[in-house]
């Protein structure tokens, strides 16, 4: 049954959903009205439009074009908006898998927060007292797709340890003497631990210290020259609890802290940082998931510290298929930030035997300080373009005569290196 109709002044574009008007409608958007204001039922216009039953789905697919097609230029023709974003640094591993699986995302409000969901942002309010749909609709997904947080098992602070423990072992293997902090280190362990355990996990909190205390210093530097920022001990006493010591110190330390770059780097490459992180010389390749509608939701509410507003989360609990369920949801596009980080996923995909799902359109959205230099805005590829793209990335691949599904990971670091030093743009031209 159709909603009691709301009042025409205040809700011009509400009006015309219930008028079936599409001209009405894409006159109004072009006049600047926006769809995420809420009528007095707290319903916007796409809202409005999912509950009206009398519609054929010709008219209903033409009126929600209408309401959520993209006022920027660059956008192709007849595209629409997502109704609903997931951003995560774990891009590639959703693609690989075909779904959205719980955890993948950065907890939501600490102590508050439901583990092992899938959330997402959607065209809803953030907070009860708002009069329009979320705001930071957009903003909050690309957020979590840098895969910043407060922990040190966090997607950026991996992906950091992979790429120092990666260049450690390449610097001890050149012979050069590791810098030295000049003081003796102690460490305990369980009688049944290996060394090389207890070492790589020292090492993993030395790299997450250092990371934390001064992440801007290993900027624009080479990975094996970082390794000169850091300080090793003097030596390694490791205490066991059986009152059994073993010590190293001069050239027996050398092979033990080795060991420990390899066994970390061993359980990072086993799934515990991105593959395009690693693959990216440790750098995040974000990426936002743009889905079409997708029903039944349910709300996590976050409690206001200080007397703020309580904020609303929408999630689900079972994994959310890439190619949608019977509530929706089907892929539409994908955001990443440069046509650099579409070279990462695009080597890694064919690297892996991994299909980016059909009809998806590929949104480029620089970053804010490259919209600021340069007056960049988002635009688009659509599937053509993304496959010459990709055909062009195989066929500069093969002139080296390289076969990528045998290729090792330091293979593939060097070969993402030289793709993203080349003329991008003139692949989709």
């Known amino acids: ?22 001209t009405t409608i894409t006159q109004l958007r072009e006049e600047g009205h926006k769809t995420n204001q809420l009528n007095e039922a707290n319903l916007s216009p796409v809202d409005l439009l999912s509950r009206r039953r009398s519609i054929d789905q010709t008219l209903r697919e033409k009126m929600h074009g209408a309401l959520l097609s993209s006022m920027n230029p660059t956008a192709p023709k007849g595209y629409t908006k997502p109704e609903a974003l997931h ?11 075909g779904e959205l699986r719980g955890g993948v995302n950065d907890a939501k409000g600490g102590t508050q927060s439901l583990e092992g969901e899938v959330f997402f942002s959607d065209r809803s309010p953030e907070k009860l007292s708002e009069r329009v749909t979320r705001n930071n609709f957009r903003s909050n997904p690309r957020i ?15 992906a950091f340890q992979h790429r120092m423990s990666q260049a450690i072992g ?38 997450t210290s250092v990371r934390n205390n001064g992440a801007k210093k290993f900027e624009n530097v080479q990975a094996e020259e970082s390794v000169a920022l850091l300080k090793f001990p003097e030596s390694i006493t490791i205490n066991f609890s059986d009152n059994h010591q073993q010590v190293f110190d001069g050239q027996a330390l050398k092979p033990l802290l080795a060991d420990a770059a390899k066994t970390l780097q061993q359980q990072l490459e086993g799934g515990k940082a991105p593959l395009l992180a690693m693959i990216n010389n440790g750098e995040i390749v974000p990426m936002v998931f743009g889905f079409s509608k997708i029903e039944d939701l349910k709300t996590h509410t976050i409690n206001g510290s200080l007397g703020g507003e309580a904020k609303h989360y929408r999630y689900q ?26 070279a990462t996923l695009s080597l890694t995909c064919l690297a892996k035997g991994v299909k980016i799902p059909a009809d998806t359109l590929i949104r480029i959205n620089p970053n804010r300080r490259d919209k600021i230099d340069s007056g960049m805005r988002a635009h688009y590829l659509d599937p053509q373009q993304l496959g010459r793209f990709q055909q062009q990335l195989a066929s500069t691949l093969g002139e080296k005569g390289v076969t990528l599904s045998q290729a090792t990971l330091p293979e593939l670091q060097q070969m993402n290196q030289e793709i993203r030093g080349k003329d991008l743009a003139a692949w989709v031209a």
Request: hydrophobic content about 35%.
């Open 317 to 342: 609990s079972e994994s959310h298929p890439l190619a949608g369920s019977a509530k929706g949801g089907k892929l539409k596009e994908i955001e990443l930030n440069t046509l650099k980080d579409l």
């Open 87 to 97: 951003g995560s640094p774990w891009g590639f591993e959703i693609l690989a898998s």
């Open 144 to 158: 979590y797709s840098h895969g910043k947080g407060m922990h040190s098992s966090n997607p950026v602070a991996r």
């Open 1 to 22: 049954m159709d909603i009691k109709s709301t009042s025409v002044n205040a809700f011009p574009l509400h009006q015309a959903v219930e008028q079936h008007d599409t």
């Open 170 to 207: 390449h610097y001890l293997a050149s012979g050069r003497p590791l810098p030295s902090s000049g003081n003796p280190l102690k460490l305990q362990a369980n009688a049944d631990q290996q060394v090389s355990e207890i070492a790589a996990h020292w090492l993993q909190n030395l790299l």
